[in-house]
């Protein structure tokens, strides 16, 4: 069994932020499928949650989406969190289900529609304020499916003061992290596609604003992990979506599709520093599970993360910086794969039941009989989804 | 003004069925917009349906959708399209939106879910019995997300075996066109995922079941015009599916994201026989209109599939054969070229004026006062959707 | 240490031919680097090739290209193999270095280029009774780079008449492989481009006709297990060129790139039992070392495949099944996961020395003089690449 | 015949600067074929640039690429092409035909090699002092080809202070355009992979660093038109190189893979400012003839540049406002259509007989004897590659 205890520390500290909607119905645009025990309400997605991070450590804050998790009392909603042992983290802003955002939010040519959308921000913003949130997360849907269909520069000078303005909003200690995305749902253009036009943003904003990558917003053949250390050495890497895809944004459980993806990842996030407690890269999933179940998909999703990065922690440095600067290609590349193919499960198991943890999650969580339960109690009423 | 009279023959015969669907709402997991004027009933799609073949005399048949389509009487159904003008084609299965094929329906592993989804099929069949439809198509969403979650080997073999117990339902002078689509909304695999597969399977059948091809389903990088000539060339083709994509399935407005790819294939359909009158070689448009107007979208997709099947044909097959066969890359490339770059619009404009039809579909559609008289009357009621 | 005993039996069987090319000199179209001790003749790559296998018992065969590998006397060259431990494999036939076939060969518009082709299609066939290798390994880098240059239709059929003519000449033992691939060197078209292609003609010829994969000749996204699972369902998989790749046919080590696809692939032969005795489905390595060590390259893709494999074979069938016809995705795709995950590192090894090989195969190839010696001996001469 | 009137100011002002190398041989790793009539030297390509400039009007100035065009003397030279009617433009530069740039160039982990690729830039600046230049470009083909290979991020590291060094050596009317590229011939990760790294090393360095958009370098499904508007907007769009493809870096005539896409490309390029003369955004081609003629196939690729851009100046833009600012998204789509489907050839040649130069410049070429004269008269000597 490898021996864990030198990257304990980094272990210890390792914290996977959740979102309320994994624990909703999701699907595609051919059907949601539903499921017994699915949450109605945002204390039922919290408390879903909970058990997540009770059963592995790993998920100490829940991600709110507004206004799917819209209540009359957010003080009163963080207590509840709180009673079950989890904090309210980042909010995230939903420009993209009104009607008057058919053509787009902030990037509208239309003033009022884009103060609509603004008002919506500095919405979130309030609920940042009770909540004790720090981040904002801008997900724009916004773009176009046709060519002449809009103005793509005028839309990026749009873009430019409506974030402006929420910028300005932002107190001392709340940032603003804007994701991009490849595609979907605007087929033909996209106003925030890529790392640079988000980097671009940022970085006219100030320091309160960084980038968001998902990990399943890229171009095929993409190296994302090109991209994960080139934001840590810009300063600019403010949080991470994880997931993972074959293809298009599939929103399947992260390391599922491309293990070895993660890993490579995990290796830059190590590498350049955003393991450390003084760094402020948040690390989040953004998931949807269509047909697995819920609960468990994000066990074993925090799982992977907690794995990918135990084994990226084993990559021998200083074997693999001489290895690369002799020109050893197969030596170097054999260092890391070595800390990839190590079995960290079992180690990781003892290291859990140090912790007063359950070596098995996944077991622990099948076990025990809180699925059971939801699916008797949450009977009727309306089950939570991307909609509600 | 080009001479189109040399091609005339052949642009007489163009027909392009359109699809019931693109009448209603659809669009994508994170929103479906309406619109006023969507149709409510069937009945609705089809006057909207008969309206772009008024105005077009491209669009004689309109496939339908089951169980989206259902109604009470297919006789009376056929008597109401035919009293406007137009006749029932294709019969679209459906076995993706009930909760017995979240994982499978034709490649389930449990035979009484393969039996539903057969029992659908028969159904299809007993609706073409009385539409006169020639053709059963079978799109299947089946597969998976994760890998391991099912057996892709077996699933091929119970698919084999659904698929004969429905060819073996098929009359004297039907057909099963047999739809592939490279992703979506299965993740990880899908059951009928490329044209070899659609064509292994039809081969085991027999002659009267066909590959169907949608211009949207491949993977990127593609050349689509050759499958097309493959299947031509193996007497496989069955049907058209025709839309347009940047990245995935976009299912955007024929033409739009890439005329010169759809040049290119018309000019593969028109070389390997598929417009003469003897072919059996189906064209039909499958499109979503989620952001634009869905009568107008279906007039400029028609027109937009004459448009290039003109170019096509104004393709100097001599010059080019010429051309070809002395190694001559820029001279065959140019007379390729050319027939692409001239402009037919005005050309077809005066042959449809020489038919009795509108100059220009779609300035007439707009002259006209049907838009204004469906958003009038079709207030209230349940809008026609993907999911009814 | 995981017990391998339960698979050791198919261990023991697994065998990966290498291509002689791999041990020359390799690159890109911007740059061929050279490195010490690469061969300068065919058996200069034969002792290379066999090196591997004395350190890994994996590589018995080496395949080869002609006329990169030409030699007067056939006959003298297999005996020269046998004599290192090895035996000559498949003849890999070359039609894209001559002028000649600058717009095609075995589809090319003129039947004295074809019959140039075929004539080469002969020799390698010739060649093939004095070594008794089982197949002749068509590729053909045919195909074209703008729309209009080459007739698509017309090409198809030379191609059937062309593959006809090769395959009556095959002796009774002997195979032909078609390969297929998605691009390159051709950059619009390419005579085959996919597997339903190489299928469609290699059912046409016959039995003898069967297609070989290359893991790196597919457009991004393809699920090439499935392809894999379709092929051995039909049973026309004739052989594998293994490699592995990130965008292009990027030729890197197998399992380099993406591993867990490795253990897919590997995953579908074994479950659709091509890696049965009575199996004909042959692995082998079609690779380029551009920038690392070449004879260290091959013994750790032998060592690659035979990883994946072992870990493919340690998957828990029933419980696969049990969890996959109950829907169980998450438990699936577990089960599927724990073999992907399980370190076989140190069971190989120890399985190795138990049958006196060693147990660090790079290892001892460093630790060994090989190298040393060759990159002394092989001063001077003409270093083997693709042109030579 | 469509009225260019209005638009003949621009056109009068477009100038794309040619590619040496486009004059010499290229191809694949695979092969590169000869033509007759190849130059044999700097002169001799020179010589075929100015000869499409004569016939079009359109490439007044040639790009150099050092070392390939290496001569004793470049003011001698710089006459040698004004005495031709064309000047010498950017001069680029070439850090990955040298043995010791295997592992990288100006990335290198080794300080020593660093310094020799900024000698070989300082080089390049003297050349420009010489020629007066303005244009140093960039392309770096470091990166890696596997996983561990090379440490990512000191590599960035290192990148910015080489080209920090070159940044000082130019002078106050020079530029650096550093060039991007998505894969090729590093397959796992490359230094310089997108837009963003390119733009964010040329912010830090100053303003005469400007980034290279070649049309060619992207992943799949990118929308190289968004990011020439961003760029565009940002300020920091230096130069494009033309060319087009299907799938990985074709290097094929600009226009010939999807003219849409060109034409897409030039109205934001009119749109955004940059056909203005004020602005500095320099238009180049960078193409390979494989299997074409090379002066034809230059010919060409500067006519459909003009062709695309008369078609993009021909957008209706105060009616396209009007369309995208009402939501009409078909009638919008429609207004840019009719600008990419209007015919302008017939227009363009009459306003190339009106300046003097032949209304089909093709033609032109074709009747005149240049090639012939150019095929007898150079026999012998060594056809200039890549190489040389």
Redesign the interface.
């Known amino acids: 069994m490898v021996d864990l205890s030198r990257i304990a520390p980094v272990l210890e500290n390792l914290a996977i932020e959740v979102p309320s909607w994994a624990y909703g119905n ?6 949601v ?2 499921t017994p025990g699915t949450p109605r309400t945002v204390q039922e997605k919290i408390a879903d949650a909970a058990k997540v991070n009770e059963l592995t450590g790993l998920a100490p804050t829940v991600a709110l989406h507004i206004p799917w998790d819209k209540v009359e009392n957010y003080s009163e909603l963080s207590g509840f969190a709180q009673e079950l042992g989890v904090t309210l983290g980042t909010i995230n802003s939903n420009t ?2 009104d ?1 008057i955002y ?2 787009g939010s902030l990037t509208h ?2 003033a009022a529609v884009r103060n609509k959308a603004l008002d919506h921000m500095y919405e979130c913003i309030d609920i940042m304020n009770v909540t004790g949130s720090q981040d904002l997360k801008i997900w724009l ?1 916004d773009g176009t ?9 005028s839309r ?2 749009w873009l430019h003061d409506s974030l402006q303005k929420v910028y300005e909003r932002l107190g001392d200690d709340q940032r603003m992290v804007l994701e991009y995305k ?4 605007a ?4 106003d925030v ?5 988000s ?2 943003h940022t970085l006219a904003l100030g320091e309160k604003a960084m980038v968001c990558l998902d990990t399943g917003h ?6 994302i ?3 994960v ?2 934001l ?3 300063g600019k890497l403010g949080s991470f979506d994880f997931n993972s ?4 944004d ?1 929103d ?2 992260v390391g ?5 993806q993660l890993f ?1 990842i995990m290796y ?1 996030v190590a ?2 520093g955003a393991l450390d407690p003084a760094s402020n890269v948040a690390l989040m999933l953004d998931q949807c599970h ?4 819920k609960i ?2 994000q066990i ?1 999703s925090v799982m992977n993360v907690q794995e990918m990065t135990a084994r990226a922690l084993l990559v021998d440095r200083d074997a ?2 001489r ?3 002799s ?1 050893d ?2 030596g ?6 070595d800390a ?4 960290v ?1 079992l180690g990781l198991a003892e290291w859990r039941e140090s912790r007063g943890l359950p070596a098995d999650p ?1 077991a622990a969580y099948a076990a025990g009989g809180y699925q059971g339960t939801i699916n008797a109690d949450r009977e009727g009423g309306q089950q939570a989804g ?1 909609g509600a």
Chains 1, 2, 3, 4 share one sequence.
Not at 187 to 190: D, I, K, Q
Not at 218 to 223: L, Q
Not at 332 to 337: D, K, L, Q, S, T
């Open positions: 999701s699907g595609t645009r051919f059907k499928f539903q993209f289900q009607d058919k053509f040519s239309d849907a499916n046709y060519p002449g269909q809009g103005d793509m520069r990026q000078d490849f595609f979907e749902p087929f033909y253009h996209t596609p890529d790392w640079g036009t980097y671009a890229h171009a095929p053949g993409t190296n992990e090109f991209i250390a080139q840590i050495r810009l895809r074959f293809y298009a599939d399947l459980i599922a599709a491309d293990p070895f490579r830059e590498r350049g269509n047909l697995e179940e468990p998909g074993r693999l910086t290895a690369q600067e020109g290609v197969l170097a590349h054999a260092v890391f794969m990839f193919y190590t079995d499960r996944m991307w």
